[in-house]
């Protein structure tokens, strides 16, 4: 067996690899019970704006030899317009004070997505990506931010065992969503 590695994507292969991984795991491909109890992804990403992202601020993937395992696609401001779901979490998020300020005036990165593959479940990869992403973008970026629909709580779960806490909330395409923040100033994790 193959060592997972966690690293920044580098190729438009793997680009490719993150949006079949994404479309496998879309809330409308998969059934309610998966949905409950593996999780889902809501937004679909174009390989054109995935390409955009990246560009601004590479994705995060686990890589099993050349299988992709997972991935975190990151949003960052100059890319806030290219997809409806993330252009009203930025509003939301610029709209909610924080240690007795705006976060709009605060060096944010935002998480557009994650996805552990099916097979890849329950071998700590969640929580290796997002120690590299951590660890990678913390002297870049104050705060990491993401929303997740109320109704997905394995992934809530799972944020909150990382140091994200729970900041607000917002409607979107007929679903709550929780609006959550990891403040990496507090050197928690």
Not at 32 to 44: D, H, L, N
Request: aromatic content about 10%; glycine content about 8%.
């Amino acid at each position: 067996m193959n060592m997972i590695e966690v690293k920044f994507a580098e190729t438009e292969d793997e680009l490719r690899d993150m949006r079949a991984l994404q479309l496998l795991n879309l809330r409308q491909h998969i059934s309610g019970e998966e949905a409950i109890s593996e999780g889902f992804v809501m937004a679909e990403y174009s390989l054109e704006y995935l390409m955009e992202m990246h560009a601004s601020t590479p994705a995060i993937i686990a890589k099993e030899g050349v299988q992709l395992a997972g991935y975190i696609m990151l949003a960052s401001k100059d890319v806030r317009e290219g997809h409806p779901l993330l252009q009203g979490l930025f509003q939301a998020i610029d709209l909610i004070p924080y240690k007795g300020h705006m976060l709009k005036s605060a060096n944010y990165i935002v998480v557009g997505q994650v996805c552990v593959g099916k097979e890849f479940r329950g071998k700590g990869l969640f929580d290796r990506m997002y120690s590299f992403l951590q660890e990678n973008l913390k002297d870049r970026f104050t705060y990491c931010a993401c929303d997740i629909a109320q109704d997905n709580k394995r992934s809530l779960k799972a944020h909150m065992r990382m140091g994200f806490q729970i900041i607000g909330k917002l409607t979107f395409g007929e679903l709550d969503w929780n609006v959550v923040l990891w403040d990496w100033q507090t050197g928690e994790h």
